[in-house]
Structure formats: structure tokens, C-alpha cells
């Protein structure tokens, strides 16, 4: 008997992967990529369709959003705001925020599980080591929930599932090794599509969770900023 | 002084004319329009456009979300799937539906009012004429806008706007006659692009609404279905 059906967005990045790998135990995926003029946006396309032959999934949609990067106002989206090579401040918004992009995915994600009939989203968003983001909070998931029951079909149910919302990054690392999540598939550097920069934010935050989880990251770095980390 | 600026979703149709008419009285506009592959997407674009000549927005964005024509589930998306030539029937939801169509719209309308600081969107939806639309009633709004509220920058505060949500369709005709709207600029037919066919569902609410207010629609229709309205 097939298993229900799950809409999974995935970027490519390590935390979109492991959720894949979670969900993929109990569902059949519709693997969903978004494209929305980033800076690494060809590579992380390349990192999902990897991934696709990876977990073999019913379905896959690419697709984008060009207001996105029309929009700007995030260092990921505008060419001239710079990334910064350092860990983001938990009490600040990151520049490389992006103006509610969860919002425009869990859009596209719940149009289409509309339409496929499949009763949940998951996505790999994560509140502890990201808080910056607002669109990466719980909070903001179950507002989602609600405006999903009150925007589609009174026969639609659709639930936001956020299985790594609470962990740390080293937790995810460990869960993902647990399912044997394809590592050397992803790709979460903002800056490059050769090797990973190791030194942006997102780099950072990736190597010193491998290291905190004991673990070796199997991507290429160019230079990996090991002194501080 | 300059006057408050609002974000305001213009399709070009009669409902976003009038709700931009009623904007302009208090607010300097910011125009958005988005293309998602429907039937009359040309038509409607170059409706908007003779809007923003109309209108003189401080700031307009003509943008697309090409996932709504791939996922599909909808007449106005799906060239497989007729557009029906009755009013819809108000206990269902009709099938020129698009899929949370107006979630969409709302991100992007979000994210640009975040990075260019405005504090509304106005949208033309309305419940009464439309019921048959999840995404058009007002309870959708307000969970939309707690997802502003949870997704976005605190310092942030963006509420929607829905000043037509409760109005039939003759009182927005009377409403915009008022407020002296272009009429003869907008599109409202969901299948032709030259003169409006007068007979698809959206046509037949228009030209109903418009002898109910006791006017002349000014634009050309090719075959007005004047004997059932």
C-alpha cells in the first residue's frame, strides 16, 4: 500500500535534507525546490536534483520566485549588500534575511499539496541556531496553519510539519547520520557553488555543528575557517 | 507631506481599480501586479499598466509566480479545465479557483511592503459575490495577518486591508463610480483578451452588477448574455 503523500521543500542545504530523510520513513515525498535569485542558486538547484536521485521521490517541482530578488533588502538577493564572514547575532535580524521568504515557499508548498492531495508540509526550518529569522519560528508556522485551514477547500487539511524546529545544529548533524542523510549531496555555503567558502554564516554554522557532533563534513571547502570556530 | 505609502494588489480587474481608487485618497501607492499563466494574463498586465498611467504610483512591480500554472487544479491555469459561462454557485467552490492564489499574492505584497516600509496592503477581495473562494474572506486575512505578524521584522507592522470585503459586487460599481475609478481602463473577462466575451462567470457578475448600479459598463463585450442576467 502506498504511503500518504508528503510535500517536502527542500533547498539542497543540510537541514532540508535530513528532514527529507525523516519524512521520507513514513511518506511518499513530492520534493519541492525554490528558486528565488540567490546568490548560490544554480548550485543548490544542483544539490536537489542530487538529492531527487537520491530519494527517488512520487513527484518534483523547481520552480521560483522572481519577486524575490526584485524585491531585495537581504544580502542573499542583493549583490550589493555584502555576506558576513561571521556567526550571526542571535539577537539580531541576519542581512541575510530574507523579507518573509518562508511565506512565498509555504505558498507554493500548500498550492501544491492542495492540488495533490497530500496532508502535509514539512520543512527543515530551525529556531535555535537561525532565531534571527522570524519566518524560521514556530510561532510564525502555526499563524501559517491557521491562514492554510481558512485559505483552502473546507474538505483541505494541511499540517506545517517542523521536526527539527527545536534541535541544535550538532543535533541535526547526528540525526541525519542516524538516517544516513545523504551529506555529501547538499550544499549550504552562501557565497560559493565550487567548493563551500567555510568562512560565510552559513558555512560556520555547518562545520562547527559536524564538529560538535564529532562528525566530518564530506563537502570540499576552499578554506575552511577552523581558527575560530 | 508626503502621505503614508500603501502596498496595493492591482490584477487590473474592477474590484482592484476601485480598491485603488480608495487607497489613493489617503496614501501614496506602491502598485503590485502578479502574472501566474492565467487565461488573459496579457490582457490583464496591460490593464495594470494603463492603471499605473492612471494612478502615478510612487512605486509599481509587475512580478510572476510560474508554480500556480505548474500545479495547475484550476480553469483560469489549466487550459484543459472550461471556464463555465453561469455565475458560479455560491455553495461550492468554483472551479476557476486557483489554489491559494491569494497567499501568494500576500507574500510578495509582504515583502515588499517590509523593505520599502509600508504599513498596508490593500486587496480588492470580497466575500459576498465570491464566497465561493476560501482565499477571498476575511478570516483568511486575518490569520494572513498574523503570519505578518510572526514572520516578519518586529519592528515591522504591515495590516491587510479589505475595504470592498463585505460590499456586493453593484455596491464596488456604485462605490467606484463615486470615487470616479477609470472602469473603461480594467479587465475583468476570464477568457478573451480582445473584447470581453460577456458570458464566463466573471463577465456575467460584472455586467449583473453594473445594471444593478443602474450604469453602463464602458468596455466592449463581444456578446453580452443579456438575456439571463
Not at 97 to 115: D, K
Request: aromatic share 10%; charged share 25%; proline share 7%.
Amino acid at each position: 500500500m502506498a504511503k500518504p503523500l508528503a510535500v517536502v521543500l527542500l533547498s539542497g542545504g543540510l537541514d532540508s535534507c535530513v528532514t527529507a530523510a525523516l519524512a521520507a520513513r513514513d511518506h511518499d515525498l513530492a520534493l519541492l525546490h525554490v528558486k528565488y535569485g540567490q546568490r548560490t542558486e544554480a548550485r543548490e538547484e544542483r544539490a536537489f536534483r542530487d538529492l531527487c536521485e537520491y530519494f527517488r521521490p512520487r513527484y518534483f517541482l523547481i520552480t521560483e520566485v522572481p519577486a524575490l530578488k526584485a524585491i531585495g533588502g537581504s544580502a542573499l538577493t542583493d549583490a550589493s549588500i555584502a555576506v558576513p564572514e561571521k556567526e550571526p547575532d542571535p539577537r539580531s535580524i541576519p542581512v541575510t534575511y530574507v523579507p518573509f521568504r518562508n511565506a512565498h515557499f509555504l505558498a507554493i508548498a500548500t498550492s501544491w499539496a492542495e492540488v495533490l492531495g497530500a496532508g502535509k508540509i514539512f520543512i527543515g526550518a530551525n529556531e535555535l541556531d537561525f532565531s534571527g529569522y522570524p519566518d524560521c519560528r514556530r510561532s510564525f508556522f502555526d499563524a501559517f496553519e491557521k491562514a492554510i485551514e481558512e485559505g483552502t477547500r473546507p474538505e483541505t487539511r494541511i499540517r506545517i510539519e517542523t521536526p527539527l524546529i527545536h534541535l541544535t545544529k550538532a543535533q541535526i548533524v547526528k540525526l541525519g547520520a542516524e538516517l544516513k542523510a545523504p551529506f555529501h549531496l547538499t550544499w549550504s555555503c552562501y557565497q560559493q557553488e565550487e567548493k563551500a567558502c567555510g568562512r560565510c554564516e552559513s558555512c560556520r554554522l555547518r562545520l562547527k555543528a559536524f564538529a560538535e557532533a564529532g562528525l566530518k563534513d564530506p563537502i570540499p571547502y576552499a578554506s575552511p575557517a577552523t581558527e575560530d570556530i
